[in-house]
Structures are given as structure tokens and as C-alpha cells.
């Protein structure tokens, strides 16, 4: 009898190991070169000089990671805003992202990843057109396409919710922050490499700070912009930060 149980027990976290996970839905993004920071010369210094980046085909998440898929992978939900697992997951840190796509990986056989901070603004340009707000340049459209202080009532939102941008993205400015691969250095752009760049060459195993981008449900205006940017160091959580997958071209 004792066996038998020890049997089904063991059948039992076997079969919970190799449970199918839901995996993020991704777009295609074609690759491209353009104009990478302050283009509508309204931002801050570390968004100059503006500079041209080229970038290979890449895939991003349509939505940024919710709760929901969290758990599914972690087995806990870490958020400070719960009871919605729809919602993107936030209140978790760089180093605790990279753990979470470490075990994806593992489970799923793919090569997700971080997207770097130009991949990331390109593609909440719609592919690097020129827009201030990932969607559009009009302000009073923002409404259309951002959770922000005006219109969120200080409340994370489910994912999906508002208008996409051109390429069928979801939320890149707005709700909540998106932790990127890239070390922060405010001079990075006098630098920066034009093919495929992916920030300062430092080694990540020290609490350096890390690029955000997007801004938030309770953020204003400014800081939704496209060219906007932002960091946390490596162990920093936020309950309004999370952030969006990307995953290389095989």
C-alpha cells in the first residue's frame, strides 16, 4: 500500500513537471534602421544626441507578461495589485525577470530573452516611425492607446484593453513599466553601436541600475513618451514595474 502511494505520488509530480504551459503571444518584427532618441526634441539629455540604429528581425510580446502566466511558470504571484490575472505581473525585480525566463526556457524549449532598449523602442514606434507615444503622436489620441493618470483611476489594467500600435502592440506606453536588458548609462547614445546595440559593455552580476521604459497607470504624459528613459538597480521592485518578452530568430 505504502508503495503504491510513493508510485502515484511520484507519477503524479512527473506529470505536473511536464504540464504544457501557455507560452506569450509573439509578433513578428522586421528589422530596420532609424533614428533612436529625442527625434521631437522635447526629452531629456540621456535621450541624445539623437543616433541611427539598424536591428535584425526579432519577435515581441503582443502584450506584456500578466499574471496569469506568472504563476504558471513561477507558482506564486509576487504582484502588489492581485485578483487580476490578466494583469501585467510587476513588483518584481531585473534579477528575479531573468530567473522567470530561465525557467520559461526550460520549459517551453524556446530562447526567450530581455528585449534591449533600442528593440524595445522601435518597436513601440510602430517600427520606428516617428511617434512620440507608442501609436501616435497626438496627444489627444493618447486616451486611445495609454492607461495614465487622466484615465486609469491610479489602477493596473488588464492587459489588450486599449488601441495597439502599428505592429498590433498592446500597452508599450502606459500601465506599467518594462525592465529592458540594458545597463543605464546617462552618455550611452554618444556611443552607442549602430547595428544591434545592447547597452554599456558592463558584466550584469553587479547591482547596477537597468532601463525601464514605458511608463505607468499613475505616471502624466511625459514620461509615456517613446524616447523616454529610466532605472532601476538589479534587485529594485516596483508594483508598478514589469516588463515584455523577446525572443531571437532562430
Known sequence: MKMNILFFTALLLFMFSQRVIAEPEMVLVEGGCFQMGD??????????????????????????????????????????????????VEN???KEIKKYIKK????SDKKYRFLTEAEWEYAARSGGKDEQWAGSSDEVLLDDYAWFEENSH?????????????????????NVDEFVWDIYN?????????????GPK??????RPLVYRGGTCISGRWPLRTASRNAYRQNTKSPFCGFRLACSIQ
Open 186 to 198: 546617462k552618455w550611452y547614445y554618444k556611443e552607442s553601436p549602430k547595428h544591434n546595440p545592447k
Open 92 to 94: 518584481v525585480s531585473w
Open 104 to 107: 520559461l526556457n526550460r520549459k
Open 39 to 88: 527625434i521631437f526634441n522635447k526629452g531629456d539629455d540621456d535621450e541624445r544626441p539623437v543616433h541611427e540604429v539598424c536591428l535584425d528581425d526579432f519577435y515581441i510580446g503582443k502584450y506584456e507578461v500578466t499574471q496569469r502566466e506568472w504563476m504558471e511558470v513561477m507558482g506564486e504571484n509576487p504582484s502588489a495589485h492581485q485578483d487580476c490575472d490578466d494583469c501585467p
Open 154 to 174: 491610479a489602477q493596473i489594467q488588464p492587459v489588450g484593453k486599449k488601441k495597439p500600435n502599428g505592429l498590433g502592440l498592446y500597452d508599450m506606453s502606459g
Open 202 to 207: 558592463h558584466k550584469h552580476k553587479y547591482d
